[in-house]
């Protein structure tokens, strides 16, 4: 019964024979027809795919009646909920990018690509439009089929349906894209009215003319020829690092089974696993034939490996024949450890500096900032009274949401010392900063040294808990 069953399968493999029979180069002359199969990676893909639909639906969550999270580049301000960072800021942002791009070296200096294969933009875009057109179109067979049929109606009605829903997601990725900028109920009311500013005409043509051209036309040709990271990989990964590797000490010499097992035993025994079915072809989004070793085209996505597997569960061999590992795991040289690679615990290091900066950032920011600076000529004016006048520019960013009056007042100096311009509560204006000219007068008698230590402080009168502070001096001429 076993053998029986195993005949089955077999014959039911060497049907895939006639699906694809040589491989060259991907030079881009050709449209690649990918072949989805069910797998662990396929579904994974799916999974980390949909994590894109935050860029689509993100900018319609309210926060207190705003938009949750709101680039304002127009106003110069990134609110996040509760939370509005300005320009004074940035350099948060700066630590964020840090992260980003050290999180991504970590990433690829482990596991390659990985990036590529399950969170790229280019690749879910790719994914999305080629499913869509195996709907329409049918399966890479079916599809290579009309690709070379002379037109006709049929092939055109086809062809025009498929593109209309291509430019549809266009046009939802360049609208998604400009509502992180702008209040998205405002954008879609303009839009409907066509009245747009220039710069969001632009930004909207722009990224619908992209995401149709890469996403539905170049697809793989984008990773091959425009895509920088594809270059540099090479520099971030080494011997050790994990990535889908075809185990050639177990696949070689392939060679075809035949309907009905008919091998003979001294076939079965020179052969190696590898039954040269082409399916970790078919399936690479970018057409790369793994089994020729690790190459630019590869993106790390794994759907080889899901292809592998079942060919392998089919004719009754063991399973990972393509497989997640590295070079030196396959050559038989020891593994080493996380700990044991030096690039990648500098990048662990740096994440860590990097993610502690925007915490302190985070935890330190408050609604308002306050810095003075002393005016340098003259540092200091006699009067005729014998007092002696500082003068200092006030700059009060009010990080709030609406206008405040402040009061200033301080602390330290010298006795008797006097505020002169801020008798009167202070009008700060809302996400930016306001200039004040204040002077500090102090009667000449209670002056003990030429510099003084001094503490401003500006305290909001609408709400008192927005408090900010700011160290300064005040000088004065040798007692």
Request: net charge neutral.
């Amino acid at each position: 019964m076993e053998k029986t069953t195993e005949h089955q399968d077999a014959g039911s493999v060497t049907e895939i024979y006639q699906e694809f029979e040589t491989w060259s180069v991907n030079l881009g002359e050709k449209t690649i027809h990918a072949k989805r199969m069910p797998g662990f990676y396929r579904s994974l893909k799916y999974y980390t795919g949909a994590l894109w639909l935050v860029f689509f639906i993100g900018p319609y969550f309210r926060w207190n009646g705003n938009q949750a999270v709101l680039f304002n580049i127009a106003d110069r301000q990134f609110h996040f909920f509760s939370l509005t960072v300005l320009p004074q800021d940035i350099w948060m942002l700066s630590l964020v990018l840090l992260l980003a791009a050290m999180t991504l070296f970590a990433a690829t200096s482990v596991a390659s690509r990985v990036y590529c294969g399950y969170f790229c933009f280019q690749t879910v875009w790719t994914d999305v439009f080629t499913w869509i057109e195996e709907k329409i179109e049918g399966n890479p067979t079916q599809r290579r089929k009309l690709d070379n049929a002379s037109w006709s109606l049929e092939k055109l009605g086809l062809k025009l349906f498929k593109h209309s829903l291509w430019l549809i997601i266009a046009i939802l990725t360049g609208i998604s894209f400009s509502i992180w900028f702008v209040d998205a109920f405002d954008y879609w009311n303009n839009l409907s009215k066509l009245n747009l500013p220039m710069v969001g005409w632009v930004t909207l043509t722009m990224f619908i003319a992209g995401t149709y051209i890469l996403g539905g036309l170049l697809r793989e040709q984008t990773c091959f020829w425009l895509c920088p990271y594809a270059r540099i990989q090479g520099v971030m990964t080494d011997s050790q690092t994990i990535m889908p590797t075809y185990d050639i000490n177990r696949g070689e010499p392939r060679g075809k089974i035949h309907r009905g097992g008919e091998e003979s035993a001294s076939e079965v025994k020179k052969q190696g696993d590898c039954i040269d079915c082409f399916q970790c072809v078919q399936v690479c989004p970018t057409g790369v034939d793994i089994r020729k070793g690790s190459q630019l085209g590869c993106i790390t996505c794994g759907l080889c490996l899901d292809a592998c597997d079942s060919i392998m569960d089919k004719v009754g061999r063991p399973r990972g024949l393509i497989r997640y590992a590295s070079l030196d795991e396959i050559e038989g040289k020891p593994a080493k450890k996380l700990y044991q690679h030096p690039r990648t615990l500098v990048y662990i290091g740096i994440i860590l500096l990097a993610l502690g900066g925007i915490v302190f950032g985070l935890t330190h920011m408050g609604s308002m900032t306050l810095s003075v600076i002393p005016e340098r000529q003259p540092i200091f004016i006699t009067e005729s009274d014998g007092s002696i006048q500082n003068k200092y520019e006030f700059k009060i960013v009010n990080k709030t949401d609406n206008d405040l009056h402040v009061n200033v007042s301080a602390t330290g100096g010298v006795p008797g010392q006097v505020i002169i311009g801020a008798e009167q509560p202070l009008l700060t204006h809302h996400g930016r900063g306001t200039s004040f000219t204040i002077f500090v007068k102090a009667p000449g008698g209670n002056i003990s040294r030429e510099v003084t230590p001094i503490e401003f402080q500006v305290q909001g009168t609408e709400d008192p808990k927005v408090i900010a502070k700011y160290d300064s001096k005040f000088n004065a001429p040798k007692p």
